[in-house]
């Protein structure tokens, strides 16, 4: 007998599980296999080591303290030889994202690999001086391992030098590091810009009259359901030069009409559009966490004699840093994703990470780099979900 | 408290400003008569010379942007119907008490909504066109049908916890089978949710334009992908018109949802 309620329990378990399999398994498929296969990439590199096999080879022992022997130059050599045009034009355009230069160099030895004669050790130099150049060897080394770290030092500004010990790139490539800084930094201050504007916005939704309440969700929930392109569209209509605000500031004698303040296509543009998409995951968490709060108790503060400030500080503030905590996580993890906004009025300034991982996806075809870059952008946001879990419960994120 | 309290309310109206006025502006400005973003003399004036429907006239008869709603109806109700499908199942097995690893399979059924769509997009791009699905329709619909199911666990099982299962036991008791359980009982008490989902699931397919950029050819082209070409190369007030329309359909779901919601509170109360 007393077995019958378990194996009930363990029945609808086992139901449950196979009711939520189909969309497992097409959320695996669809979703997260594709991520998956594509975060590979980053650290794997197939191409140059299958198009070089006997360099990767004589290479893989090499100490990197001096110029590679014959036997690595003889390597490369003949495994030059066996590629055809297009493929050295490949294998070129692969190796010239960890060393600018080599695209040329490959397809200029490429075409002339037969004609060379032994020992390649001088004949190489010759043909170009940049085979006695040991920074190219390294570069080769490293391109032609089938799995290297190469595209996570890239990431963060490092690079394997010429004796392949890490080392910082030159200032001038140097861009990354100070990219995710910029994204971490423009989601911050989305961040404090929603909490700053949603806090008083929630505490009023939260606090008025029925009839009141559901007008002001409507208005709230309005831009939420716009289209997020319609959004954009509006502030580059009114924030570019010719637009509405600046005929105003004009109008009112603030601006000259000549020196227009330029509002959009820069970091402005995309903070304050920004910012206008996002606040409504801010407010909706505070309401959630502020309706729940009773207002006697904030009258019980004030009947023993807390000023409405003291109140609001020592009673109501404290009540809602679970709702604080949900929105401002909320808001940052979408913030520091963004892309559609910075790329349609960030302007060059106004370009976040994932602008750049779609250029490196699109335009420069450095798929390990793009890869890399969204491993960490994907890291920061698994971490911060997870803290965003611990604090408020998956079920937040409930809209509308 | 009158003085704070004002502060906070002053605060609130210009926050709610600050949210709204971007959409009210758009609308008139969409009646523009000159090719301009901005209000003519003539529009400040309110000589209704200075207002027009040139604009929607050209979206209109315009077959790029017809092809492009279509194309934008195609995707977001195929890819609607299967996250509605396979989200409410889920969410159904999740309710049921002690499904074993119940957090993480969550967190897997919940990740689209929080991965960076750029992130999305690229793997989708390099995997769909493995398996032959870029540059098609079919592509595009699971693409937004993963990224749209989350909406749909999310409401049903919002509504699923106000929902008794003594009615489903009860149904079972009187000889139905589980699956007429489902549709003559539990179905029909948390159908607002579904609806919600749904339609959280068909407005983030509607307004989906990272994936369609990366998996989309030029028979792909939506409402979303024709206002980003709109936006990036010849900005005219051709997109505030188009803008004006989606932000009727904006209007529309908003009030659908809302209604949604409020009936379901009422059954929720009904039911207790």
Not at chain 1, 50 to 67: I, N, R, S, V
Not at chain 1, 239 to 261: F, I, P, T, Y
Not at chain 1, 316 to 333: E, Q, R, S
Not at chain 2, 154 to 180: C, E, F, H, K, Q
Request: glycine share 8%.
């Amino acid at each position: 007998m007393p077995d019958a309620p378990r194996r009930t329990t363990h029945r609808t378990g086992r139901n449950g599980l196979l009711l939520t399999l189909p969309l497992l398994a097409f959320i695996l498929v669809f979703f997260a296999a594709p991520i998956g296969a594509m975060l590979w990439r980053s650290v794997s590199n197939p191409l140059p080591a299958a198009m070089l096999p006997k360099t990767a080879e004589a290479l893989a022992g090499w100490d990197a303290q001096a110029l590679p022997g014959e036997a690595a130059y003889a390597a490369i050599v003949e495994d030059l030889k066996a590629l055809k045009r297009e493929e050295a034009a490949k294998l070129g355009a692969q190796l010239n994202f960890d060393f600018g230069g080599l695209n040329s160099l490959i397809r200029k030895t490429a075409r002339e690999a037969a004609k060379l004669a032994p020992p390649y050790a001088d004949s190489l130099p010759k043909l170009d001086k940049q085979w006695a150049n040991q920074a190219v060897w390294a570069a080769i080394a490293v391109g032609t391992q089938s799995l290297s770290a190469k595209n996570y030092l890239a990431a963060v500004d490092l690079r394997y030098g010429a004796d392949l010990s890490v080392e910082r790139v030159a200032d001038k490539d140097a861009i990354y590091l100070m990219l995710f800084g910029r994204t971490a930094w423009v989601a911050a201050l989305v961040t404090v810009l929603c909490l700053i504007l949603g806090y008083p916005l929630a505490w009023l939704l939260a606090n008025a009259g029925p009839r009141t309440a559901g007008l002001l969700m409507i208005l709230l929930l309005l831009p939420f359901w716009t289209s997020l392109l319609v959004r954009t569209t509006a502030w580059i209509a009114l924030l570019q030069s010719q637009g509405v605000v600046n005929d105003m500031l004009v109008w009112l004698g603030l601006v000259d009409d000549k020196n227009r303040v330029q509002l959009v296509y820069n970091m402005t543009g995309t903070l304050v559009a920004m910012t206008q998409v996002l606040l409504p995951f801010m407010v909706l968490p505070l309401y959630s966490v502020m309706k729940t709060i009773p207002p006697v108790y904030l009258r019980a503060a004030s009947s023993m004699g807390a000023r409405p400030f003291t109140g609001f500080i020592r009673v109501y503030l404290p009540l809602t840093m679970p709702g604080v905590a949900a929105g401002a996580l909320l808001v940052f993890i979408l913030a520091v994703g963004y892309y559609i906004t910075p790329a349609l009025v960030g302007g060059p300034s106004g370009q976040l990470i994932s602008n750049l991982i779609a250029y490196h996806i699109q335009q420069s075809l450095n798929w390990g780099l793009g890869a890399a870059l969204s491993a960490v952008l994907l890291g920061a946001v698994i971490v911060l979900y997870l803290v965003f879990n611990r604090v408020a419960g998956a079920d937040r994120l409930r809209f509308g | 408290m009158s003085g704070w309290g004002l502060i906070a309310r002053v605060m609130a109206g210009l926050t709610l400003v600050f949210l709204i006025a971007p959409l009210l502006v758009i609308v008139p400005l969409s009646f523009n008569a000159e090719p301009f973003f901005t209000f003519t003399d003539r529009m400040l004036a309110l000589d209704p010379d200075g207002y027009s429907t040139r604009w929607y006239q050209a979206i209109l008869n315009d077959t790029v942007w017809r092809d492009a709603l279509v194309n934008s109806l195609i995707i977001g109700g195929a890819s609607t119907a299967i996250a509605t499908v396979l989200g409410t199942l889920a969410a159904m097995g999740l309710a049921r008490g002690d499904v074993p690893l119940k957090g993480a399979i969550m967190g897997l059924l919940i990740s689209p909504m929080i991965t960076p769509v750029i992130i999305a997009a690229t793997g989708m791009y390099f995997f769909y066109s493995d398996l032959g699905l870029t540059q098609t329709h079919l592509g595009l619909i699971l693409a937004h049908a993963a990224l749209g199911a989350p909406f749909v666990v999310i409401t049903v099982t919002a509504s699923l916890t106000g929902y008794d299962w003594n009615l489903s036991r009860a149904g079972a008791s009187l000889g139905a089978s589980p699956a007429t359980t489902f549709f003559r009982v539990t179905l029909p008490l948390i159908l607002p949710g579904v609806i919600s989902g749904a339609l959280f699931a068909f407005a983030t397919s509607f307004d989906e334009v990272v994936t369609v950029l990366f998996l989309g050819g030029p028979e792909q082209v939506t409402i979303p992908r024709k206002m980003w070409s709109g936006i990036r190369e010849q900005i005219s007030p051709a997109i505030l018109a188009a803008a004006t329309l989606l932000i009727g359909v904006a209007v529309v779901l908003l009030l659908v949802v809302e209604w949604l919601r409020r009936r379901s509170e009422r059954m929720q109360i009904v039911q207790r």
